[in-house]
Every structure is written in structure tokens, then in C-alpha cells.
């Protein structure tokens, strides 16, 4: 006989409470950490790896094929891998898509991120799904339970962790064409491109400020209107962008929230945030529009949640728009009478249903009138 | 808003006979959206003239009209019932086409009936080919440029503008009948004639063809708030340039971006509620270029089509069921999603699992017929096989098939000459996935047979996985050798266990035993909606080789029956419908019911049918390891046809009871040397015969019997390759072509009765007493298949004492094999003399026909006979027929332009149809005697 059977290399997948799953490494050789969580789209999972809300969080995808696609570069919703490390069934070197540009294996190698394939995903999401989310660790390098054990233990808890200033850019930019109708000042928490670019596409030209500027400088811009971005992280832990929310309140000026940046709003009417069971995660999710009466399906990624019972004591104050049909969650308020306004979900999108889309159209026709109003 | 009470009661519409291109998915939707209505309290009415389906069954609809789908039968249903409103959108073209003539004469406003789930107008736009093109461009998407042609010369100009290769798609038709792909102007004018001739409005498109561009199907829910989800995304693996019926598809989407993917999502969604304001299913196809992902709109069907059976199970989002409460007036988010029960039905099912849905072919049934697949469907029925990866599922699907394959190649079935396969790649025909895997392995380059097939390379590149896997493999000679991660490895593929042993050159005993000291065995996960995000309970498994087993086996008593694999002729619905019964019998009588199926299309894999479903091949490895786990009390084996009965052996040898008549007793009823000597120890008259390994052998026996002979391979379903010879020298050349293509098997050869009239019994036997369900008379003589002709319920030219002597010798039949359960017994009739030409110890095809007929619950009472739960004397049996039942054979030969569509000895029909008269009079019968008659002058 000649030489015997090469096993792919190995990698190892230990969770928090001790279970233990066998896989082989893709990415590069390695180990990382963070906490678990699962996505159920059936595509769009570059965008994914690279929306900074995942940061620091070991992904899931149900979806049994990864790769077959490719990677190409105008499919990002950030600069770089965001994800702590990647979990999968079967992933896929050989990708089929003229217009990619490279495989997802090249793409995790320039990227480092290291992952595991040919896991049982669907018991790992049985798993969370019963037990709820804890952290994990991926390694292909060490394989030793009780080291792995150690870095499991130096993992921090997402529960009061702060993360949002580690992924937002480090010095503000400015996007759009400055003639555009509308100055919208943005609180980057870790924003994916596409909200900026749905907002540019509307004739808004946007400055980009780091998560913790202090309001007074976003004020002095002078915006016709402001956005709180999406993010990682718990949002209670951000005392400074509810401080900066409060500030911008009080122009009364048009505000609209996306993911982080509607429970940040949340805080900021002191109606606290609440870490979820094991989050929502996907592009399949239902929302009914409670002032319209209409459906629609959207795109989620959240692990903390806006609570409803404060929210219901508060409705002379604050509306609930929108609501999920799988489990009556918080999924949009509105300041009464005021142009400010917040979705748990992404109407933006990339990846997901289009949907929701005319969120976006909503902030405009505010800015609209607020500035008709003004003059 | 919520459910419309003004609605109280509903008529569905059924689609009629099963042909090409409209099958038993249609009696799934019928039957789900009729429990579905009736789950709100709604009486519904049902007409369909198909007795094979459960639809039309006491246990599905409150009033079953087992009538033709004419105006006439609607107005009498309007006239005895009180209809509220009338619910088209479940029974195919057909029904729709029916609703439509109705509301052009004016029959629902007459009767004050509302049609619900259907806006008319928007069917006529989709189906108005210039229209629709007209309509998808005013809302900036694409269709290919086109011309619509009402003449020959039109038809020309059209051609000459456009340019070749070009599609023609008549007007008004079914399944892209008398459509088809001209790729050179030669082939332009016979295609165009066609064309025209097959459209009923004399109307064709001539299109553009995109050949190879990728195509994807949609299936979109609407309700009355205009809220759209999508319930499924299929991928065709054979890209555009195959009806979609005949292509091998897969779901989820294989190959799409989520950026592709949404402009296709928002166009789909578009254009569902462009096209009027209906609640209900929708499918739109769509074609996307490689080159640069630009998206072309193809059709759009806005009901429930054939492909809604396919989604229902492929994410287990029942679809017809909820069609049917948003057309009653509830909205999606009002309703739950029936497989968490927890969640909403308003959302987008997520797979967690490839399923690749592989058509089901019989051409061998119809020789002459072109077997090259284009736009016109011509699969008679199909299988679904999940997996964990793309390539579980591929060979699972081909080992549903039941084509004597053991999955995807290494099975001694391939191709090993390079230049044949090429040669064959370059026309698409039904073997097209096998054979790109034999030239993938004979070294072809994976570019070449893109290039010749304009599959999709990621699909390729798949396969040739296998390819590698399969070198690797020959490093070891025998099982023991091989390392544990490599079999799983190979399990995780889909290989068999079969093909592993093919490969070595081993028996695949030796890598059952091997891989069972490694522990090796299936897992079973749950197909739930939503990737296991939320907790479900629905029943519905799947095997695979990871690693946890979410299958846990109750610790009630359990009967698993087994379903007959994908349709073709001669199995087909009616065995959906034995199957059903049975489960709801085995519930009855306190067991757990389990159901092992791979058919789609299928009721009785419907996930609320039995307590339990297995969808799985019907393929003995596979049920071998649900046998293990589930340790039933027994399988039945007596509702699934052949298919099912074929497993009797295996089920026996491993020890496990086969409910009703023994392993033993079939056997003797299957094996024509054990069935003739116990026809001459009971002193039963039966033809002459003998069978023959060789053609010396053949002519032997013809010597023996005397000419014209019945020459048939032993062991085939629906007459397949059957002839009747009259002389040595066609006797020799059949016999020879029967070698050629099965060089295996055997040849039964049996004295052909001249002239002699046909009938059957089917009965019931509880080892106490002999009921017979029913007698049916042949009106085409002997020489004609059974299930090609047209047969009378009861008899009506048998004397008194034909029929006695039938009866006296189908009950000696029963008692001396120890039937429990069903029988059908065959009959010649000829000089006064009886003769028994075969038994099947089993439901048969007629068995529903008998039971609708006569309107008593015959598949019910038979299975609690076979599980001894009850006795015959149990049942107070009361027949309810006046006059008489006659089964019409339905054919599909439009799709066959080239065939022989003369009758004889092999059966060809596709579906059947029941029409009642009162007495013989009736011209419709007289009219079919006299044209039967004829057979006998040729």
C-alpha cells in the first residue's frame, strides 16, 4: 500500500460549558475567541464577515455551503474581517462567480482568520439555541483542552462590554458630495457602508464622527440631521454615545437609529437594553409596521434588545412601530410628535430583503420637513 | 385582516387525470388546502375526475364530485350545493381553465359564487405571452427580445429578425407542449408549424434563446396586505434550455450572491404584486447571465404550481395549506408557521440542507420517443433527496430513483468510452448528469464539458470531487484497510455502501461489517423552517452522517409503511393514496405510524400525515438503518407498489415482520415457476408458459405453447419491453433485444390468449374470510395493458357464471398463500374458459379506483385486516354504485410526437380518469365497445 490516508488538518472548537467539536482548519493556523452566535442567511455571507457588529464574535452559518461564490471586494461592509473566527459545515475553496475576485480561502488568509469546517452546525445551534450564548475558542494549533480552557477563561463576558470605540474609524471623514441637500452628522459605532451609502444616494452628505466625540463637537457641525449606527457590543456599557444622544435630542432636529444606534436611543430616553437569550441573527425575519399596518421581512444581527415593559410605562412619550412577529421584540420606536425615530433591524440590508428600504426615504421626507418648517 | 365569515363553504377544483407536466403535486395542494379550509370550519366541495387522488377521498372533503371537469359538472354541483365561493388556484392549468370558462358563461355570478385566491386578470397576463413581456418592460426588468406569430409568415419575419438559436413557445399550453429550442433555420419551419398547430389561439413566441444562462425558480406568498415572502429559491443545475420539470435543481440556491439574489427577490416581489391583487402562491422563473448577472425575467405562474409541492417539502413551509387561508381572508402574519408553531407564518424559510430534486424519466415505455430534453417536459415523475452538502444529496437522489442505480456512477453502470460520452454530452439527454461524471473520471476536462453542457462550473468542480475520492479509494484492496475518517468522509458524500464495494471489487457486505465495527451509521435531522433557530416538533427527517441524532424513537409500538419512490407508468398516485390510508389506519388502531418515502409530489409525505416521516430513499441501506433505530413491530409493504414489495425480501431476512401476507406467499406469487405450480395444484387453469435464459431456450417454449406468445424480461413494472409474437422469427429478435438492453435478466414467455376478454378482482383476506372489493371487465381484449384499458366496474358482458368461477378461484387463491390483507388477481376470459394470468399480493392500481367507486373505505379495512387489529366481520361493508363505474386510461403522447401511440402489451398511460353511467346504453360506453372491437380486425 502507499502512503496512508492524510486527515485534512485538524481544528478543534471548545464552548464554554465544556463541549467539545472536531473539525479541520480553514483560515490560517491559529486561535481565536469571542462569543458564539449563528446566522441563518443563505447568502451574503462576506457581507457578514466584514459588518462590524459581529466584532469579537466566533459565527455560525447554518447554511451548509460557504464559498461557492467567491469573494469580491465591492461586497464588504467594512474594511477588513470583523468576526472573531468562523464555524461552518462545508466550506468551499473552488467558487464559481465570474465576477469574484478571489476564493474565500485566499480571502481568510489575507484576512488571518482562522475557522473550523465540517462541524455538526446544526447541533451546535441546538446547542445555543437551548443553552444560550456563551463563549467559545477555535483553535488549529493548540489542542490541549485545559490551555484552551485558559483562553476561554481570559475571553471577556459581551455582557457589559463595550466595544463599539475599537471598531468605529478613528478620525472622522466626510462622505458625499458636499453640495448634497442635507448635512447628516453620523455616530460611527461600527457602521456598515451600505447605511452610509443609502444615505449618500438620497442626497445627504455625511460626516463621519468616532463614536466617542464629545457632543459638543458634533453640534457645532451644525447638521440638518443625525445618525446613530449599528455596532458591537453591549449598549449600556456606552455611557458616552447615550450622553451625545441625549445632547442631540435637545436640537430636536431629525435622528434616526439603526441596531445599536435605536438601543442607544432606547438608553437615552432611559428605557434600558437587555441581552438577549441567543440574539437574532439572519435575513429571514418578520416585522410588522404598526403604524402602516404592513409586513415586511429584514435583515437582523443583534444580540441585545430594547425592554418593552419600560416602553409600554413611556407611551405618552414613545411609540412602538414596528414589532417582531416570532417573538413580539422591539424591532422600532419613534419619539411622539418629533422627527427621531430607530429600527432594531438593517434597512440597509447587504445581506438581506430590500424590504425596509424605505426607512431611509422616511429620514429624508423628516429632514425635508423639519427644514421647510425651520425657514 | 382576518378570515372572511361570509365564506362558509368552498369549492376546490382538482386537476383532473395525471399527465406529463401536471402529476399527483396537484393532489397534495387539493388535499392540503381542503384540510386546511376545513380546519376553519369551512364545508368544502371537491370536484376532480381523478379517483387515484386522496383529495377526492371521505376523509379529505365533506362532498367529493368524482365527475368530469366540465361546466355541466359545476353547474349540477351549484345546483345540489350551496357554494360560497370557488377556489381555483389548487388544481393546476386545468382547473384554472375550467374557472375561467365558467366565468365566461356567467356560472358564478348566476350562482352568487366569488372566486377566491385568483384574480383572472392577472392570470390572463401571464399567460398572454406579448402582454406579460410588455408588462415586466413597463417595470424596467428585462425579457429576451421576442415576436408573437399568428401565421406561418409571421413566424418567418419573426425568425429572421431574432436570429438562431431561438425558443417557440405556443400560447395557452401545458408543460411547453409543442414548444422547443431551433438552433438552425432548417429545423425552423417543422417547429414552427407545430408550434402553432399545439396553441389553442394559433399563437407562438418566437424568443431568443438564452441558452446556458443560469436559471432560478421562486415560490412567493401574497396576502390581501400585499405582504410577500419568499418560501424557496431553486437553482437549476441544467441552466435554461431544459424545461424546468426535466432539469435536476437544487435549493438552496448554490451559486448566488446576495447581491444577485435581492434584485432577483425585489423584481419577484415586483412583479407578484404588479399583476392584480390576489392572495395566494406565485412562482416566477428568472434567467441570469454569467457573464455580467444581468436578470431575465421568464415566467411568472400566479397560482399554486407544480414546483409549490417541491418547495412545501424542500423547506417544509406548507404552502397550499396557508394559499388557501390567505384566500379565505386571513393575512400571513395573522397565521403561525405549522412547523414551530411558535413563530410566524409570515417569514422566510432557511435551509440548513442541500435538496436536489432529480426528474424521473420512462422513456423505455414509449420506444421511438426522442429522449433529447428541451422545453417540453417529459419526466413522468421525480425524487427529492436532502443532504448535508450538495453532493449528499445528488446521490441519495440518485439512489431514490429506483433505476438500478447505486448512486452517482460507481455502480459498473458507466460509460468508459471517452469519445461516446462527448459524443453524447452534446445533446442534452436524460443520463446527462452520469455521464458527466464518467467523463470527469475518464480525465475529460472540466472546461470541455462546461463547454458542451453550459453547466455551471461549481457543479462540476463538485463532482469531480468525487472523482478524487474515488482514486483515493483505490489505494485499499479491502474493506478492514480502509481508515475510519475516509469512510465517513465518503458516507458524508452519499456514497452507498454498494458503490464503495463496486469500486474495490468487494462485497458490500464486507463494507457494511466494516463500517458498522466503526460506527459509522446515519443520523437523522429534522427539517424544520427556520435551521433550528426555534424549536419545532414537526416529524420530518432526513438521514446524513453528522454527528448528533435528533431522531429519538418513542416508546409507542410503530409501523413504518413504505411509499413507492418517484411516479412512473404504472406506479404511480394511486399509491400515494394506499398509503395515506394505511397511516391513518395504523393511527386508529394505537400504533405509531411511520412513513418512508422520497416522492415530493406525494400526500403521504405530507408532514401531518403520518406520526412520523422518514424522507429517505426507498433504497434498502438507507431503510435498513431507520429499521434499526425505530424497531418497528413491522413494515408494511403491501401499499407502495412494486417498489415497496421489492424490499419484502430484505425486510424478512433482517427478522423484522412484514405486516399481512408473509414473505413466503409473495414470494410464491411473484416467482412464476412457484405461482404455476400452486395454479396447477389448486387445478387453476393458466396460459401455457416457460421461461428462457437464452433464445434456443425461447423457441423451445414457444414450440411448447403454440404461437402468438407474450414475451416479456421477468421482474419489470408496466409491461416494460412486453410483446406479443406470433411467429419464430420475431420471436427470435425480441427475445434478443430483451438481452441486449437487460442482459441479465430472464424471459418469461407465456401462450398469448386470442381474443380474449380481461378482467380482475381485487380482494380482501383475513385468513377467516374472503371479501371481494370489486370485479372489473377490460373493455379492450387481451394484448391491450391493463392499465391502457378502459374498465368496467362491475362487469358487464361476464356471464354469472365467469364471474363465480373468478370468485371461487381468487378465494382458493388466498386461503391456499395465506393472504392477509390485499390481493388483485388477473384474469383471460376465453371459450367460457377462466384462466388466472397473475396475482399480486398487494394493493393495486385499481384498488383506490374500486374504493372510490363503491364508496367504501377499502385501504382502511385491508390495513387493519394486515395488522389483525380488526376482522373483515368488523366492517359493515355496504357498496353504494348505481350502475356502473368505468376507469378511463389518460394518456400523455402529446408530449411524444414520434411515438407509436397504437396499444398493446406495455402500458403507456400516464393517469386515469372515472366516469359513471347509469346502465349500458350509454353511447359514451357503446361508442367505447364498438372502437374496442377493433382491435380484434387488426
Not at chain 2, 370558462?101 to 386578470?121: C, F, L, N, S, T
Not at chain 2, 419526466?379 to 443532504?387: L, N, R
Request: aromatic share 8%.
Amino acid at each position: 500500500m502507499s502512503e496512508a490516508y492524510q486527515s485534512p488538518a485538524p481544528a478543534v472548537l471548545l464552548l464554554q460549558d465544556g463541549k467539545v467539536f472536531h473539525g479541520e482548519a480553514i483560515g490560517v493556523k491559529g486561535t481565536a475567541s469571542g462569543e458564539l452566535c449563528f446566522n441563518t442567511g443563505m447568502t451574503g455571507y462576506q457581507e457578514i464577515f466584514t459588518d462590524p457588529s459581529y466584532y469579537g464574535q466566533l459565527l455560525i452559518a447554518t447554511n451548509v455551503h460557504i464559498g461557492n461564490y467567491g469573494t469580491k471586494a465591492t461586497e464588504t461592509e467594512s474594511s477588513s474581517v470583523k468576526i472573531a473566527g468562523f464555524i461552518c459545515k462545508n466550506f468551499t475553496t473552488d467558487f464559481s462567480r465570474l465576477q469574484a475576485e478571489s476564493s474565500i480561502q485566499d480571502y481568510f488568509v489575507r484576512e488571518k482568520l482562522v475557522g473550523i469546517q465540517q462541524v455538526d452546525t446544526r447541533e451546535l445551534v441546538r446547542h445555543i439555541r437551548n443553552k444560550g450564548a456563551m463563549n467559545a475558542v477555535i483553535s488549529s494549533e493548540i489542542f490541549d483542552l485545559g490551555r484552551l480552557q485558559e483562553i476561554l477563561g481570559k475571553t471577556p463576558n459581551m455582557d457589559g462590554l463595550e466595544l463599539a470605540s475599537r471598531v468605529s474609524t478613528k478620525e472622522e471623514y466626510f462622505l458625499g458630495d458636499s453640495s448634497a441637500s442635507y448635512k447628516i452628522a453620523v455616530l460611527d459605532f461600527g457602521t456598515k457602508r451600505n447605511i452610509l451609502l443609502n444615505l449618500v444616494n438620497r442626497d445627504c452628505y455625511l460626516r463621519i464622527f468616532p463614536a466617542e466625540t464629545p457632543a459638543e463637537k458634533i453640534l457645532a457641525w451644525g447638521a440638518d440631521g443625525y445618525f446613530l449606527s449599528n455596532g458591537p457590543g453591549d449598549p449600556a456599557a456606552m455611557d458616552y454615545a447615550i450622553e451625545s444622544t441625549r445632547a442631540i435630542l435637545k436640537t430636536g432636529k431629525p435622528l434616526f437609529g439603526i441596531c445599536l444606534g435605536h438601543q442607544i436611543l432606547a438608553l437615552a430616553l432611559n428605557v434600558p437594553t437587555f441581552k438577549m437569550h441567543h440574539g437574532h441573527r439572519g435575513i429571514n425575519h418578520p416585522v410588522k409596521n404598526l403604524v402602516s399596518g404592513k409586513c415586511e421581512i429584514t435583515s437582523q444581527n443583534h444580540g441585545f434588545c430594547v425592554d418593552p415593559e419600560t416602553l409600554l410605562q413611556k407611551t405618552d412619550l414613545i411609540e412602538i412601530t414596528h414589532v417582531n412577529l416570532n417573538d413580539d421584540t422591539v424591532e422600532g420606536i419613534r419619539l411622539k410628535g418629533r422627527p427621531a425615530f430607530s429600527v432594531q433591524y438593517h434597512p440597509e440590508a447587504s445581506p438581506g430583503p430590500h424590504d425596509a428600504h424605505y426607512l431611509f426615504d422616511q429620514f429624508i421626507d423628516e429632514l425635508a420637513d423639519y427644514k421647510m418648517n425651520k425657514s | 385582516m382576518p378570515r372572511d365569515h361570509t365564506i362558509k363553504s368552498v369549492l376546490i377544483i382538482g386537476s383532473g387525470p395525471i399527465v406529463i407536466g401536471q402529476a399527483c403535486e396537484f393532489d397534495y395542494s387539493g388535499s392540503q388546502a381542503s384540510r386546511s379550509l376545513r380546519e376553519e370550519g369551512i364545508e368544502v366541495s371537491l370536484i376532480n375526475s381523478n379517483p387515484a387522488t386522496i383529495m377526492t377521498d371521505p376523509v379529505t372533503a365533506d362532498h367529493v364530485y368524482l365527475w368530469p371537469l366540465t361546466v355541466e359538472s359545476l353547474v349540477k354541483i351549484l345546483e345540489e350545493q350551496k357554494i360560497d365561493a370557488v377556489l381555483p388556484t389548487m388544481g393546476g392549468q386545468t382547473a384554472l381553465n375550467l374557472a375561467v370558462e365558467a366565468e365566461k358563461q356567467g356560472i358564478w355570478a348566476k350562482y352568487g359564487v366569488r372566486m377566491i385566491g385568483v384574480d383572472i386578470d392577472a392570470i390572463e397576463l401571464a399567460e398572454n405571452r406579448e402582454k406579460f413581456r410588455n408588462h415586466v418592460k413597463q417595470l424596467g426588468m428585462s425579457v429576451p427580445p421576442s415576436y408573437i406569430a399568428n401565421s406561418f409568415l409571421e413566424g418567418k419575419n419573426a425568425a429572421q429578425k431574432i436570429g438562431f438559436p431561438l425558443v417557440i413557445r405556443p400560447s395557452f399550453t401545458l408543460g411547453g407542449t409543442g414548444g422547443g429550442f431551433v438552433m438552425k433555420e432548417e429545423e425552423f419551419d417543422e417547429a414552427l408549424r407545430r408550434g402553432l398547430d399545439a396553441s389553442p389561439s394559433h399563437e407562438v413566441l418566437v424568443e431568443k434563446a438564452v441558452l446556458g444562462w443560469k436559471e432560478f425558480e421562486l415560490e412567493l406568498l401574497r396576502d390581501l396586505n400585499d405582504s410577500v415572502a419568499i418560501i424557496c429559491t431553486v437553482e437549476n443545475m441544467d441552466p435554461m434550455g431544459i424545461h424546468t420539470g426535466d432539469s435536476i435543481t437544487v435549493a438552496p440556491a448554490m451559486t448566488l450572491s446576495d447581491t444577485a439574489f435581492q434584485k432577483m427577490r425585489t423584481d419577484a416581489i415586483t412583479l407578484m404584486r404588479s399583476m392584480g391583487n390576489f392572495a395566494g402562491g406565485c412562482n416566477v422563473q428568472f434567467a441570469l447571465n454569467p457573464e455580467n448577472e444581468e436578470l431575465i425575467v421568464v415566467e411568472i405562474n400566479p397560482r399554486v404550481s407544480r414546483s409549490s409541492a417541491l418547495a412545501s417539502k424542500a423547506t417544509g413551509y406548507p404552502i397550499a395549506k396557508i394559499a388557501a387561508k390567505l384566500a379565505i381572508g386571513y393575512n400571513l402574519d395573522e397565521l403561525k408557521n405549522q412547523i414551530t408553531k411558535t413563530t410566524s407564518a409570515y417569514f422566510e424559510p432557511t435551509l440548513d440542507y442541500v435538496i436536489v430534486k432529480m426528474p424521473r424519466w420512462d422513456f423505455e415505455k414509449f420506444p421511438g420517443a426522442d429522449h433529447k430534453l428541451g422545453l417540453q417536459m417529459k419526466s413522468v415523475g421525480e425524487v427529492m433527496a436532502i443532504g448535508r452538502s450538495f453532493l449528499e444529496a445528488l446521490q441519495k437522489a440518485c439512489q431514490s430513483q429506483e433505476n438500478r442505480r447505486m448512486g452517482l456512477g460507481a455502480d459498473k453502470k458507466e460509460w468508459i468510452q471517452t469519445q461516446d460520452i462527448l459524443k453524447r454530452l452534446e445533446t442534452a439527454f436524460d443520463d446527462r448528469v452520469y455521464r458527466v461524471k464518467d467523463a470527469l473520471r475518464l480525465g475529460v476536462p472540466e472546461k470541455t464539458i462546461h463547454k458542451l453542457t453550459l453547466i455551471d462550473p461549481w457543479f462540476i468542480k463538485q463532482i469531480k470531487s468525487l472523482v478524487r475520492i474515488e482514486d483515493e479509494l483505490m489505494r485499499y484492496n479491502v474493506a478492514e484497510d480502509i481508515p475510519a475518517p475516509f469512510l465517513r468522509e465518503m458516507k458524508e458524500l452519499g456514497y452507498s455502501d454498494g458503490q464503495i464495494a463496486w469500486l474495490l471489487r468487494i462485497h458490500e457486505r464486507e463494507v457494511y461489517r466494516h463500517r458498522m465495527k466503526l460506527g459509522i451509521r446515519r443520523t437523522y435531522k429534522m427539517v424544520d423552517t427556520c435551521a433550528a433557530e426555534f424549536e419545532a416538533r414537526t416529524p420530518y427527517f432526513y438521514s446524513t452522517f453528522d454527528r448528533e441524532n435528533e431522531s429519538v424513537p418513542s416508546d409507542k409500538k410503530k409501523i413504518i409503511v413504505l411509499g413507492s419512490g418517484p411516479n412512473r407508468i404504472g406506479q404511480g398516485i394511486e399509491f400515494d393514496y394506499c398509503c395515506v390510508h394505511g397511516l391513518i389506519a395504523i393511527k386508529e388502531a394505537g400504533y405509531e405510524s411511520i412513513m418512508v418515502n422520497c416522492n415530493p409530489e406525494t400526500v403521504s409525505t405530507d408532514f401531518d400525515i403520518a406520526d412520523k416521516l422518514y424522507f429517505e430513499p426507498v433504497y434498502w441501506e438507507h431503510l435498513k438503518e431507520i429499521l434499526d433505530l425505530e424497531k418497528p413491530e413491522g413494515v408494511i409493504v403491501q401499499l407502495g407498489g412494486q417498489t415497496a414489495l421489492k424490499l419484502a425480501e430484505d425486510i424478512h431476512r433482517e427478522g423484522i415482520r412484514i405486516i399481512g401476507t408473509s414473505f413466503n406467499s409473495m414470494d410464491i406469487a411473484e416467482d412464476r415457476g412457484r405461482f404455476s405450480d400452486l395454479l396447477k395444484e389448486l387445478e387453476i387453469p393458466y396460459p401455457e408458459y416457460g421461461t428462457a435464459r437464452d433464445a434456443d431456450e425461447a423457441l423451445a417454449v414457444a414450440k411448447r405453447t403454440g404461437y402468438p406468445v407474450l414475451v416479456r424480461p421477468s421482474y419489470v413494472l408496466g409491461g416494460q419491453k412486453m410483446r406479443i409474437v406470433i411467429n419464430d422469427d420475431e420471436l427470435e429478435h425480441h427475445v434478443l433485444t430483451i438481452f441486449k438492453h437487460m442482459p441479465e435478466n430472464k424471459v418469461l414467455i407465456d401462450q398469448f390468449l386470442e381474443r380474449a376478454k380481461e378482467a380482475e378482482i381485487d380482494a380482501i383476506f383475513d385468513g377467516e374470510d374472503f371479501h371481494i372489493m370489486g370485479v372489473m371487465e377490460h373493455v379492450e381484449p387481451a394484448g391491450i395493458h391493463s392499465g391502457d384499458s378502459h374498465a368496467l366496474l362491475p362487469p358487464y358482458s361476464l356471464t354469472e357464471e365467469e364471474i363465480r368461477t373468478m370468485a371461487f378461484y381468487a378465494e382458493k387463491i388466498a386461503r391456499s398463500l395465506e393472504i392477509c390483507g390485499l390481493i388483485n388477481i388477473q384474469f383471460a376470459i376465453k371459450d367460457h374458459q377462466v384462466y388466472v394470468i397473475e396475482a399480486n399480493p398487494r394493493a393495486s392500481r385499481t384498488t383506490p379506483f374500486i374504493a372510490k367507486a363503491y364508496q367504501v373505505p377499502y385501504l382502511n379495512i385491508a390495513t387493519h385486516v394486515m395488522m389483525g387489529t380488526k376482522k373483515l366481520r368488523d366492517f359493515n361493508i355496504l357498496k353504494n354504485l348505481q350502475g356502473y363505474a368505468i376507469k378511463v386510461p389518460v394518456f400523455s403522447f402529446e408530449k411524444f410526437p414520434h411515438v407509436d401511440k397504437q396499444l398493446g402489451p406495455e402500458m403507456k398511460s400516464t393517469g386515469e380518469a372515472i366516469y359513471y353511467i347509469k346502465d349500458l346504453k350509454d353511447p359514451y360506453f357503446r361508442k367505447l365497445v364498438s372502437e374496442a372491437s377493433m382491435y380484434l380486425t387488426r
